[in-house]
């Protein structure tokens, strides 16, 4: 561990989160009650009755043939060479690619992918016990394999998109330097519709080999308040300037490894007829020829059920100075900050951190304007082949008011240790490409008036007056 971190990891252990993380910790402790342990497993651990399981439900969706994951983890055969590997991933908690950490800030997601404790000590057990097979009696009924480049969404029960927006595409030369490709497409609607749930995904498997990100920005047509001025960079806000790079209305930014937005119920973003999508899609080289591009399924509000607010995505960033202030020598680490000022009542509905090759954490501290500061998530060991975007429970997600101060920190790893690094003997500053760095908290936020902050203030006190134990 970086020494940085570790001091600054022991200020954080004794961080007290206010009111509205109250029920949080409250029901996790329940939960880890009630969790039937496995210390107390007689039997022998078995891949077939104990392991397989883990793994069906945690693990295949991307360990499959053709599938993103560099082996298949679907039978005792293929398993059972990399048994001690999975062992060490696991207690690492690098796999499954869920770097939230577990002992600070919100603990509460819709999208959680970790293993238990109690799973991670079952695949511990059954390595240190010999990885035996077992009956393949005792094995769950198969699930079925992905044949295609399937929704994440789908895959998870929400059903089909209502509307897919697919872009050009483009051939990526083998050997090439990046590409960074910008065309635009329609959006084929005759009504305004209210989105509650939108994901990007390249156009096929292969293309996944040389997406890095993608981002759809709407092209407005007559529709003002998509834009967002609830939030000020530090520095614009000292000198009452609008943050004109936040004001740019995106559906989604998606990044390798991250599944959909689901926005929270009652909120969504709306689209209107005319209006269409600019992609900024960040293409790399992989070998091979691809043709690749992106497109985004958007599911959409019944008619009739349309939301009364908006969601707006937010770079927060973890750089105060400008992209000129990012400077990480050769073989060494390095810190940055940065600032937002949330100039009105804020929810905060996910945490995506957003690095290159040399990022390894990332947290997240809100300031409150009575000047006291809490942690609201941190990722001590960010992966770059793992965009994972960490989406709050309703109940769980930040509740801010207006003058709170969004604080991002960032550390970067630019040593041989770090083995995401393509050369630590290289200065490393502030750029698009994947060889560079950047560093910001990608967040969907929905502004409250006063009465609406109050009241949802007052809702999560008597649902933590409700849960708390009677004496």
Not at 71 to 77: D, E, P, T
Request: aromatic share 10%.
């Amino acid at each position: 561990m970086v020494p940085m971190l570790k001091y600054r990891w022991l200020l954080m252990a004794g961080v007290i989160l206010p009111i509205f993380f109250a029920l949080v910790a409250q029901s996790s402790l329940l939960a880890a009650d009630a969790k039937p342990g496995t210390a107390g497993l007689r039997e022998p651990v078995t891949f077939s009755k104990h392991v397989a399981p883990i793994l069906q439900g945690k693990c295949q969706e991307c360990h499959q043939p053709n599938s993103i994951a560099p082996m298949s983890l679907i039978n005792f055969k293929e398993v059972r060479p990399w048994a001690r590997s999975m062992k060490e991933r696991v207690v690492k908690r690098q796999m499954p690619p869920w770097h939230i950490d577990q002992s600070v800030g919100v603990q509460k997601f819709k999208n959680d992918m970790s293993l238990s404790d109690d799973q991670v000590d079952t695949i511990v057990r059954w390595v240190d016990g010999g990885a035996l097979e077992g009956d393949k009696k005792d094995l769950p009924d198969p699930k079925p394999l992905v044949r295609d480049n399937e929704w994440v969404g789908v895959r998870d029960g929400f059903g089909p998109p209502d509307l897919v927006v697919r872009s050009p595409e483009y051939t990526m030369p083998a050997r090439h330097q990046d590409v960074w490709y910008r065309p635009m497409s329609d959006i084929a609607i005759t009504e305004p519709r209210w989105a509650k749930m939108v994901e990007i995904r390249p156009t096929s498997l292969k293309a996944r080999r040389v997406l890095h990100h993608s981002i759809a920005y709407l092209v407005l047509n007559n529709d003002p308040e998509a834009l967002n001025t609830g939030t000020s960079n530090w520095r614009r806000y000292e000198e009452n300037q609008p943050d004109l790079v936040n004001r740019r209305p995106q559906l989604m930014e998606w990044a390798i490894g991250k599944g959909y937005d689901l926005y929270r119920t009652g909120t969504g973003k709306l689209i209107v007829p005319g209006e269409k999508i600019s992609w900024d899609q960040h293409l790399h080289a992989a070998g091979e020829e691809i043709v690749t591009g992106s497109e985004i399924g958007i599911w959409f509000y019944k008619k009739g059920e349309e939301p009364k607010k908006r969601s707006y995505l937010v770079g927060f960033t973890g750089i105060r100075d400008g992209k000129q202030s990012l400077d990480i020598p050769p073989n060494s680490f390095a810190q940055t900050e940065g600032f937002t000022a949330l100039k009105e009542n804020t929810l905060i509905e996910n945490f995506q951190p957003h690095f290159h090759f040399r990022g390894k954490s990332m947290q997240v501290e809100a300031i409150l304007p009575d000047g006291t500061a809490h942690v609201l998530s941190y990722v001590g060991n960010f992966n770059f082949n793992w965009m994972t975007n960490y989406i709050y429970d309703d109940d769980a997600a930040p509740l801010l008011p207006k003058g709170t101060i969004i604080h991002v920190s960032a550390w970067y790893d630019n040593t041989k240790e770090n083995k995401n690094n393509p050369d630590p003997d290289q200065w490393v500053g502030y750029g698009d490409r994947t060889v560079d760095e950047m560093a910001h908290a990608w967040m969907n936020v929905v502004y409250l008036s006063d009465q609406e902050y109050q009241q949802m203030l007052a809702d999560r006190k008597k649902k933590v007056a409700k849960a708390e134990p009677k004496h």
